[in-house]
Antibody
Framework: QLQLQESGPGLVKPSETLSLTCTVA??????????WGWIRQPPGKGLEWIGS???????YYNPPLKSRVTISVDTSKNQFSLKLNSVTAADTAVYYC??????????????WGQGTLVTVSS | QSALTQPASVSGSPGQSITISCTGTSSDVGSHNLVSWYQQHPGKAPKVMIY???KRPSGVSNRFSGSKSGNTASLTISGLQAEDEADYYCCSYAGSSTFFGGGTKLTVL
């Protein structure tokens, strides 16, 4: 059974960089059938796609966040990571990592991490 | 940036059927049949209930069904049960971007 687990600081100061890592267990991140993505959810609000990465390193970002986001992959550790710079209180959210199917179940997030709350505050 | 519009809330009594709509544009929902639907209970991660517009993953009840007409996708839940009370999100894409709807809170009366 595939499992994804987010890790990283739960508190980040304004203007600093938010850094999270997602560790994938029970399957290979180097699969040709999947992308790996980050999605966030501000308290009491809806889901927002941040971006996705393929094991080769190809990335796709949400245009409003693109200038501040970097997603990277480390296949040797079966991990992928998120960096979001110049954070403000508006970036306070539960951050989820998830697997996105290419095939089958095209364009479907089928496995999710449990989520980790990141609060931006001084 | 595309935006998918969902009703903020819907409600129904046990045993009834409800439908949640997800309206996009001809550039996203209307251009393919790849809308997915997610159920989220409080404090939990989302769970896929429908993919590719109308397909159910293994283990999802056949009370959940999906459809599309034009630029609007729909999720129908029949035979409502108390456990169906949750938030529901649609998801689509346009080009290389992925979009979620604003979410619909389903209340089982």
């Amino acid at each position: 059974q595939l499992q994804l687990q987010e890790s990283g600081p739960g508190l980040v100061k304004p203007s600093e960089t938010l850094s999270l890592t997602c560790t994938v267990a029970g399957g290979s991140i180097s699969s040709s059938s999947h992308y790996w993505g980050w999605i966030r959810q501000p308290p009491g609000k809806g889901l927002e796609w941040i971006g996705s990465i393929y094991y080769s390193g190809s990335t796709y970002y949400n245009p409003p966040l693109k200038s501040r986001v970097t997603i990277s992959v480390d296949t040797s550790k079966n991990q992928f990571s998120l960096k979001l710079n110049s954070v403000t209180a508006a970036d306070t959210a539960v951050y989820y990592c998830a697997r996105r199917q290419i095939s089958p179940m095209v364009n479907t997030f089928d496995y999710w991490g449990q989520g980790t709350l990141v609060t931006v505050s001084s | 940036q595309s935006a998918l519009t969902q009703p903020a809330s819907v409600s129904g009594s046990p045993g009834q059927s409800i439908t949640i709509s997800c309206t996009g544009t001809s550039s996203d929902v209307g251009s393919h049949n790849l809308v997915s639907w997610y159920q989220q209970h409080p404090g939990k991660a989302p769970k896929v209930m429908i993919y590719e517009g109308s397909k159910r993953p293994s283990g999802v009840s056949n009370r959940f069904s999906g459809s599309k007409s034009g630029n609007t996708a729909s999720l129908t839940i029949s035979g409502l049960q108390a456990e169906d009370e949750a938030d529901y999100y649609c998801c689509s894409y346009a080009g290389s971007s992925t979009f979620f709807g604003g979410g619909t809170k389903l209340t089982v009366l």
